[in-house]
Nanobody, 113 residues
Framework: VQLQASGGGLVPAGGSLRLSCAASRISVRSNDMAWYRQAPGKQRELVAGLTIGGTTNYVDSVKGRFTISRDNAKNTVYLLMNSLKPEDTAVYYC????????WGQGTQVTVSS
């Protein structure tokens, strides 16, 4: 199983990014999927989740700014991030909601103030 996160970068505060997570050997439509992030010196936290049935949930700090979605045909999960803040700076990872697969390198998001 491989979950390849991409789309990160350096953006100014208030900017937007769309992260992508291309999955192989698992189906994103058949798993509860999630985006996580880990900032320097902090524990990894769940940012956004998407259930098989389409229900989404978000950590309070990103509600109203981030949107998780999936494209079943492309077997890809997305995270649209708007109104980015410096505190969103972190390495972002995707995985199942259970976090059962290899985390990989993630994708770095850096928001400048």
């Amino acid at each position: 199983v491989q979950l390849q996160a991409s789309g990160g970068g350096l953006v100014p505060a208030g900017g937007s990014l769309r992260l992508s997570c291309a999955a192989s050997r698992i189906s994103v439509r058949s798993n509860d999927m999630a985006w996580y992030r880990q900032a320097p010196g902090k524990q990894r936290e769940l940012v956004a989740g998407l259930t098989i049935g389409g229900t989404t949930n978000y950590v309070d700090s990103v509600k109203g700014r981030f949107t998780i979605s999936r494209d079943n045909a492309k077997n890809t999960v997305y995270l649209l991030m708007n109104s980015l803040k410096p505190e969103d700076t972190a390495v972002y990872y995707c995985n199942t909601r259970r976090g059962q697969y290899n985390w990989g390198q993630g994708t770095q998001v850096t928001v400048s103030s």
